[in-house]
């Protein structure tokens, strides 16, 4: 392990002074951390990990942390996962879909030591990456409506505009936009805003990584962090919230939280955050009549079309985003950096990611603090965040888990975890999957012509719009359900779309090669990234001798039964 | 002690929870059956609940527990039943003529309020803790009293309103005992051959996926992975069993007398499935919210419950199968003994009611009371989690038996739950 | 909208116009204004009530099965209970006959009440074999009519209580096979015809003599069915009005809902030529949601005065030129019943409160 630790050290330094890392400004002082730290993976020299680890990539910082810990432990890592495998899981996670094979070719060609950099760099700049990103944003923030138009639009142009996290929040959460793509940002809490819990306790998951929801009723019973000051203190943040008649959503100047302590004192909540920071009200004070005057225009805003706008001179809400923009414990870079990590490792370093609590330690706090530092340091920077983990080798670890013995705990990320494809991955990796090899533009091609990728690339999410309500989206412990067998064993749009044949189709491909041997071949390159294996080309052999003619269903039975597999089923 | 010995706790410890959960559920298949086991497996299938999902949250003023003249009694009387010094509301008056079948426990303090976490209360007896998602009663019956090698589904949830859709969850018990959720159409979807595949080729290319995915399943041994292939496992079986839903095959008086409302084809299906062998069938009847109206929405709902569970009470039992089947009405809490200006009942958990009927069921029993506007349980205080224990033993079922979940042991209901004897036979 | 070159309803259609149209050079009175000058509070929620004459007191019943009235010219109006003997249900009915109080209720009885000492003249139990829905009384006091969830309509001597006719004509279940309702009835200024409203949306017009179906009228709108998502239904026709010279009639209730479980519907009129069922508006509420629990012409037939509610309540004024708003107002809670006291002021109940309102 350690060997092969510092030869992937050494590689990334050669691959830098060689000037292959363009995003980064490498200095001969860089390079020379870059080999202290190789010495730093040394189990000896623990104690000087955390000191300052954080001019380093981040793939490094990344490995150092999690070998350092799993070698303490005495967790063995497994190997690094084959090219194929890798270029696969790349590929969904960045592309959100399966390489063509005309990628996969252009990915073999690459030398070893440097493609995974020149792969990851490539797909940053594709338009998969926006649409993927976009998707699994989409996904966290508003799970309930899988299909928000303009939630969907906003999130595209912020991740196509590069948008720092720390604005896309804060549109978010400020709601301001009433025209135009940004309209969408106010999807987030409009969709809300009947409920003031949903509010209050999803924003408080789903951005700061905290379920304060147990806290409510009674201080949290398990975790001593929790107060109901706590949840009625986010709540007054949104408790003036609200929706006028034309759905615009407004503060109303008016308006607290007040609860009732176990105690059964009644108390007025503060504008708290969770780190206990309180923001004053700054509303001036108001006569009685005045107090009258708003509340009539709010009741006037909220049935009427034409009612006059209210403005207000402090917002609850734009104190909750500059609050947790100040946020030295940075709860809102460390909730994304973890939900990041746990989408592309399979587990957060905080699991379940809405416990982060000190009931419920990091696997690797250091880490985890680290990377949100360098996250807040870098102007909250995705790309930049998921870069550096898809760059690690801890990322490209092996799914393969073959010996008897139990494999090691998901936290330690020793053995890459077998995850199943989201909804809209699973669909748009059909839609690549049924067509031939040679129905792809090569990477070549795509470059010289990024319009027409990008115009494909649209199809194809807008196909996969259509057909991820048939899939589940995978949730904690995830167990796929009998239905979707069904709905593969069974449905017509199986049989009479993906199955259909046709000169592009792979269906018409394999019907027109010439052996069993090329049939293998381009089933196994298209659904699965690889070559088939002896045994595969036996039963494809084996298969196709019973009805030597080469019959249409023959062929669709091989592809069905490749695309209904596990293998296919599951980014590993 | 359970099932769950010191061999399997010491075999599981070291599995991540995860991986543990799917474990849990198939326990049987690692270890084989030992001899007490194999005498309950052959019983198995021969026990079954129907489930009267009153989704929403009916009125227990109207249904169970009325408090006729009271301040909050509503419009509606009280009537007499056939079991002597019992009175259900007079909008229940078929299901007053049976009441000998029928326990009424009045005293369910739940105390959540909203639907999400009411339904998730009620569904599992117990809110999930952080990285633990239990399992619903559906998938706990599914899991006890359902056959491993059984060609029908175990766990059937019919719930074709919107209202507070909820599909059921399996927890961590896995997909084997997720439910075949029918919410579009009475018939499973997508349960029938496509008409360009012979059965033949339909089977063929099953083995063959079968095959092409044999290893990869062995790399990669995550309850998730595995839970693919036994989705396809059940395909055929689900198939078959098709012809279940199809009511159609029922003699024409069997369908009046259930008559023309989709509650009542539903409880049709659900007899038909549990004559089968299916051990439980919910029957999900949405839109008992009603905060606006309340009193109109009972007389058309529970006209609706009180016709339609009288049928299928005495279609039971002119089978021979109510003995061995417990039909319940539950929702995820009753409503507001107060009346708001819309006419309406708002949502309420504090004191409400749920019926049981059938198997292991001492009919004829009210049990619980609350006071006399309905405000607070005065008697016999139940928890979602008592209920759940009731339930299990009415079905013979160990509440305390525990499933390990990873090295988490979890007993069926929840820690300290009771059993309310006094409803049970 | 309605053509300018349409004739006005002529007299004929009515046989006996109960009062003579305005002339044409009063300037008519269109209220531009509604004003809760005070407001009474109730023991419960109040469904219906009735001025009696010639006390002037205004008596009233609702949930709490019994009969209060106050004295909308006094200053700080106090409710008294009429007397301790009750319905055994809410009080869905209450009107004034020659000085007697006949109510109705969800007990299916009729009960004749001495306003003055309190004291049940006439109690008849199980008049209807469900729901007692609503009552009306004729401009004469001579006649009584019910309606109730059995779907019938009954026709009584108001002084003896004799049932003179018993009208059928409604389906005892909707489409969907659900318990239908039968929620309203009034009368012809004339007294020669009644209307009655369904859940469903139908309004038969009779002749109360012979109890002969005149006209059916469809307002299907009214009534909000799901087949699919919901299946299950929500509200029906509410109220009804006969203009004064008879040729029009309105129906109020709610428009469609979507989310059934409250009344969140838009309030909603319909108002009908009776002599040839033609739709003259078609009226729904751009602000105020909820069932139209109460409709009435003003004399002159310019206007038409609507009140209801969900939660809220509010009064509406429709002009009967345009059929456009001319003032609406919130109304404390869900108002189920009001009645003019002149043709400038009125009294509503709701939920638990009365309001002595004047129009301006």
């Known amino acids: ?572 | 002690m359970s099932d769950s010995g010191l061999s399997r706790r010491g075999f599981l410890s070291g599995a991540t929870i995860g991986v543990g959960g799917a474990l849990a559920a198939d326990m049987r298949g690692v270890n084989g059956l030992r001899a007490e086991e194999l005498a309950g497996e052959l019983r198995r299938g021969e026990k079954h609940v129907i489930l009267l999902w009153l989704a929403g949250g009916a009125s227990q003023l109207e249904t169970w527990d009325p408090k006729p003249g009271s301040k909050t009694g509503g419009p509606f009387g009280a009537i007499s039943t056939n079991v002597a010094g019992i009175q259900v509301s007079e909008l229940l008056p078929k299901l007053a003529q049976r009441m000998h079948l029928t326990a009424v426990i009045r005293s369910l303090n739940t105390k959540i309020a909203d639907h999400g976490r009411g339904a998730d209360l009620m569904e599992r007896g117990r809110l999930d803790d952080p990285g633990l998602r239990y399992p619903d009663l559906g998938a706990v019956a599914a899991r006890e009293l359902g056959r491993l090698e059984s060609t029908v589904p175990d766990y059937v949830s019919l719930y074709t309103s919107t209202e507070g859709r909820r599909k059921g969850t399996s927890g961590f018990l896995g997909a084997r005992y997720a439910p075949l959720f029918l919410a579009e159409n009475m018939a499973p979807p997508n349960s029938a051959l496509h008409e360009r595949l012979t059965a033949a080729e339909h089977q063929d290319r099953a083995a063959l996926r079968d095959l092409l995915s044999k290893r990869f399943a062995a790399e990669h041994r995550s309850s998730t992975v595995g839970s693919l292939n036994s989705a396809y496992q059940r395909v055929q079986g689900m198939m078959a069993s098709a012809g279940l839903f199809n009511i159609e095959q029922e003699p024409a008086e069997v369908r009046a007398r259930y008559g023309p409302t989709q509650f009542g084809e539903q409880c049709l299906i659900a007899r038909r499935l549990v004559e089968a062998g299916v051990p439980f069938v919910k029957v999900a009847r949405a839109w008992w919210d009603s905060h606006g109206q309340n009193f109109e929405t009972h007389l058309e709902l529970c006209a609706d419950l009180d016709h339609c569970m009288s049928v299928l009470l005495d279609d039971l039992q002119e089978r021979g199968l109510l003995e061995k089947t417990l039909v319940i009405t539950l929702g995820e809490f009753g409503r507001t003994p107060g009346i708001n200006a819309s006419l309406g009942r708002d949502h309420f958990a504090s004191a409400w009611s749920c019926s049981l009927s059938g198997m292991g069921i001492r009919g004829g029993v009210v049990y619980g009371a609350t006071d006399a506007e309905g405000h607070t349980v005065t008697d016999g205080e139940a928890s979602a989690a008592d209920l759940f224990a009731t339930i299990l033993q009415a079905l013979g079922i160990d509440h305390t038996h525990e499933y390990m979940v990873g090295a988490r042991p979890t007993p069926l209901a929840d820690f300290g739950s009771k059993p309310i004897q006094a409803v049970l036979a | 909208m309605r053509p300018n070159d349409e004739p006005t309803p002529s007299a004929t259609e009515a046989a006996t116009p109960a009062q003579e149209p305005p002339a044409a050079a009063t300037a008519a009175f269109l209220p531009a204004k509604i004003t809760v000058d005070r407001t009474v509070r109730l023991p419960s929620m109040t469904f219906c009530m009735a001025r009696h004459q010639p006390s002037g007191r205004v008596f009233c019943g609702g949930a709490d099965f019994g009969l209060h009235h106050f004295d909308p010219a006094a200053e700080k109006p106090e409710t008294k209970t009429l007397s301790e003997s009750r319905h055994s249900s809410y009080v869905t009915g209450l009107v004034n006959s020659g000085g007697t109080l006949i109510s109705g209720g969800y007990d299916k009885s009729l009960i004749w009440w001495n306003a003055e000492s309190g004291e049940q003249i006439r109690r008849i139990e199980a008049a209807h074999g469900r729901w007692i829905r609503a009552l009306a009384v004729s401009p004469d006091g001579t006649r009584l009519a019910s309606v109730g969830d059995d779907m019938k309509t009954q026709i009584r001597d108001a002084a003896t209580g004799d049932c003179l006719l018993t009208l059928e004509g409604y389906e005892q279940q909707t489409p969907h096979g659900f318990p239908s309702m039968l929620y309203t009835v009034v009368f012809s200024a004339d007294g020669s015809r009644i209307a009655t409203g369904n859940r469903t949306g139908r309004v038969l017009v009779r002749d109360v003599q012979s109890g002969e179906i005149l006209q059916t009228i469809e307002a299907p709108v009214m009534y909000t069915w799901d087949p699919r998502a919901r299946r299950h239904s929500i509200g029906g026709i509410r109220s009804l009005a006969f203009s004064p010279d008879g040729s029009l009639l309105a129906v109020g209730g709610m428009g469609q809902v979507g989310n059934i479980d409250h009344l969140e519907g838009k309030s909603r009129v319909e108002v009908f030529r009776v002599a040839t069922g033609e739709r003259l508006y078609e009226i729904e509420d751009s602000k105020y949601k909820g069932l139209v629990e109460k409709l009435q012409f003003s004399a002159d037939q310019k206007w038409l005065l609507a009140a209801g509610g969900d939660h809220g309540g509010f009064l509406s004024i429709w002009s009967m030129e345009t059929g456009k708003l001319l003032v609406q107002e919130k109304v404390g809670s869900h108002l189920h019943d009001f009645e003019l006291l002149s043709d400038r002021t009125l009294v509503t109940v709701g939920h638990e409160q009365a309001s002595l309102i004047t129009l301006a």
């Open chain 1, 1 to 572: 392990m350690n060997s092969d630790a510092s030869a992937h050290l050494r590689s990334c330094v050669s691959a830098a002074a060689g000037g292959l890392v363009p995003r980064h400004r490498f200095s001969g002082l860089l390079i020379g951390l870059l080999l202290a730290a190789a010495l730093l993976l040394f189990p000896c020299s623990q104690p000087a990990i955390a000191q300052s680890p954080t001019e380093l990539p981040l793939e490094l910082q990344i490995d150092a942390s999690i070998d350092q810990q799993n070698s303490t432990a005495g967790v063995p890592a497994v190997e690094q996962a084959d090219a194929d495998t890798l270029l696969r899981r790349t590929t969904l996670d960045l592309a959100g879909r399966i390489p063509t094979a005309k990628e996969r070719d252009w990915y073999l060609a690459l030398p070893a030591q440097t493609r995974q950099q020149l792969l990851v760099d490539r797909l940053l700049q594709l338009p998969d990456f926006d649409f993927h990103l976009r998707n699994s944003l989409d996904e966290l923030l508003l799970p309930e409506r899988p299909n928000d138009g303009e939630f969907r639009e906003y999130l595209l142009t912020a991740v196509r505009e590069r948008r720092p996290w720390s604005r896309m929040f804060r549109e978010m959460l400020m709601a301001s936009s009433v025209d135009g793509p940004d309209k969408g940002a106010a999807q987030f809490l409009k969709s809300r805003v009947r409920e003031l819990d949903d509010l209050t306790n999803d924003t408080a998951v789903l951005f700061f990584g905290v379920n304060i929801s147990c806290a409510k009723c009674h201080d949290h019973p398990l975790v001593s962090d929790w107060k109901q000051d706590h949840y009625y203190g986010m709540q007054a943040f949104f408790q003036r919230t609200f929706s006028s008649k034309k759905n615009v959503l407004l503060e109303n100047p008016l308006g607290s939280v007040r609860f009732k302590t176990t105690a059964g004192e009644d108390r007025d909540a503060k504008f708290m955050f969770l780190t206990g920071a309180v923001v004053a009200d700054a509303t001036p004070t108001l006569t009685d009549e005045e107090k009258k005057a708003i509340e009539e225009q709010v009741r006037r805003l909220e049935r009427e079309d034409d009612a006059q706008p209210i403005t207000v001179s402090f917002s609850p809400r734009q104190a909750l985003i500059e609050t947790a923009l100040a946020d030295q414990q940075l709860y809102l870079a460390r909730n994304i950096v973890n939900r990041t990590w746990a989408r592309l490792l399979g587990t957060g370093f905080v699991d379940p990611p809405d416990q982060m609590h000190s009931g419920n330690p990091a696997s690797h706090p250091q880490l985890l603090s680290d990377l949100a530092a360098d996250f807040v340091q870098h102007d909250y920077d995705l790309r930049r965040l998921i870069r550096g983990i898809v760059l690690s080798r801890t990322y490209a670890r092996s799914s393969r888990w073959t010996s008897e013995a139990a494999p090691p705990a998901a936290q330690t990320f020793a053995v890459a975890a077998a995850r199943p494809l989201t909804p809209r991955q699973l669909a748009a990796s059909l839609q690549i999957a049924v067509r031939s090899s040679d129905s792809w533009p090569s990477v070549e091609e795509t470059l010289a012509k990024p319009d027409d990728w990008l115009k494909r690339r649209t199809d194809i999410e807008n196909q996969a719009g259509a057909w991820m309500r048939e899939f589940e989206q995978p949730a904690a412990d995830f167990q796929i359900a009998v239905d979707e067998a069904l709905f593969f064993s069974n449905s017509d749009r199986v049989q009479s779309d993906l199955l259909r044949d046709g000169g592009d189709r792979l269906v018409g491909a394999l019907r027109s090669a010439e052996t069993p041997e090329l049939a293998a071949a381009e089933l196994w390159r298209v659904v699965c990234g690889r070559e088939p294996s002896a045994e595969e080309i036996e039963v494809v052999r084996g298969w196709l001798a019973r009805a030597p003619e080469r019959r249409v269903s023959d062929m669709q039975s091989l592809v069905w039964a490749l695309l209904a597999g596990a293998e296919f089923r599951f980014n590993h």
